[in-house]
Nanobody, 124 residues
Framework: QLQLVESGGGVVRPGHSLMLSCAAS????????MHWVRQAPGKGLEWVSG????????NAADSVKGRFSISRDNAKNTLYLQMNSLKPEDTAVYYC?????????????????WGQGTQVTVSS
């Protein structure tokens, strides 16, 4: 059974950091591009960042470029999102999602498999 389980969310002050993790199971993790997508209160889904199946190519939304870094460990079937210099506007539920292909199309949000999400709140 396919599962994506996010963890690492929490409440942090502006300027601080968090690392999110997404543990994958039930499929061959190394054959799929993976993404982070977020949803702020009252807003739609926003693609945050994606990484190809091999982990050697990444893309990020302009809103997080230079602050967030996506990575993966295919041996551990785990996806990560290192978030630095957090801002109040980064407050959202963060989801990891599995792509059906090995490469990243920036901005894509129509994924078939999603985790349950983890809440990130940035507030002073």
């Amino acid at each position: 059974q396919l599962q994506l389980v996010e963890s690492g969310g929490g409440v942090v002050r502006p300027g601080h950091s968090l690392m999110l993790s997404c543990a994958a199971s039930g499929f061959t993790f190394s054959r799929h591009a993976m993404h982070w997508v977020r949803q702020a209160p009252g807003k739609g889904l926003e693609w945050v960042s994606g990484i190809n199946s091999g982990g050697d190519s990444t893309n990020a939304a302009d809103s997080v470029k230079g602050r967030f870094s996506i990575s993966r460990d295919n041996a551990k079937n785990t996806l990560y999102l290192q978030m630095n210099s957090l801002k109040p506007e980064d407050t959202a539920v963060y989801y990891c999602a599995r792509d059906s292909v090995k490469w990243v199309v920036p901005g894509k949000t129509d994924f078939g498999k999603w985790g349950q999400g983890t809440q990130v709140t940035v507030s002073s």
